[in-house]
C-alpha cells in the first residue's frame, strides 16, 4: 500500500440527495447507486482490495452533526474510518456510523472489524436491507450514503470517492 497522508474529503458540508439520481450519467449512477457490496464492486478493476482504518472509537451524539437525522438517538455511537485502496490507490474514503444499541448479539463484531472492509461483513448476512442511498457533490467529488439495517437494526455507510477510484 501506498505509504501517504490523505486527509478526510468533506462530508459534514454536504447536501445528501435521494432524488438526484436522474441527474447522474450512466456511468456515475451504475457506481452511486449500487445496490450489492461497493468492496465487491472495486474487486472487479483491480488485483487487491486494502482497507486502512483511520479512526476507530465510540463518540458522543453531540458529534454526530447532520448524521443524527438518519440514526435513532443513542448514548454513543461506534465509528469506523477508512480508506478504501484498489491496489495501491486510494478509491474510497468511508465512515460508518452505528447506534450502540445496534451493537448487541452478533452485530457486536462490527467493532472489531480492523482492515477487513465492512462490505465483506454486511453482505454475507441475509439479514442486510438497504433503506435508501443518497447521493452528492462536493469539491469535485462523488459520495453516496445509505442507511443500512442488520437484522433490522441501523447504520449509516457514508462513502467519498477520491480522483482516483474507478467512478471517475
Known amino acids: 500500500m501506498v505509504n501517504q497522508t490523505l486527509s478526510a474529503p468533506n462530508w459534514k458540508d454536504r447536501n445528501w440527495d435521494s ?3 436522474h441527474l447522474l450519467t450512466q456511468s456515475v449512477s451504475d457506481w452511486l ?5 461497493m468492496t465487491s464492486r472495486c474487486e472487479r478493476y483491480c488485483q487487491n482490495v486494502m ?4 479512526f476507530e472509537g465510540y463518540v458522543s451524539f453531540d458529534l454526530l452533526g447532520k448524521e443524527i ?4 438517538i443513542d448514548t454513543r455511537y461506534w465509528i469506523r474510518e477508512i480508506l478504501l485502496f484498489g491496489d495501491t490507490m486510494p478509491w474510497i474514503w468511508a465512515r460508518t456510523v452505528v447506534p450502540e444499541k445496534t451493537l448487541c448479539g452478533p452485530e457486536q463484531r462490527l467493532t472489531a472489524l480492523g482492515d477487513m472492509p465492512l ?12 433503506d435508501y442511498i443518497q447521493v452528492s457533490l462536493f ?15 441501523p ?3 457514508t462513502e467519498i470517492f477520491l480522483p482516483s477510484a474507478p467512478l471517475y
Open 19 to 21: 432524488s438526484a439520481a
Open 33 to 37: 447507486l449500487e445496490e450489492d457490496s
Open 51 to 54: 482497507v486502512k482504518p483511520l
Open 69 to 72: 437525522s438518519e440514526l435513532p
Open 119 to 130: 462490505g465483506r461483513y454486511l453482505f454475507s448476512h441475509a439479514e442486510l436491507e438497504r
Open 139 to 153: 469539491d469535485d467529488l462523488w459520495g453516496r450514503r445509505s442507511r443500512l439495517c442488520l437484522s433490522g437494526k
Open 155 to 157: 447504520l449509516l455507510l
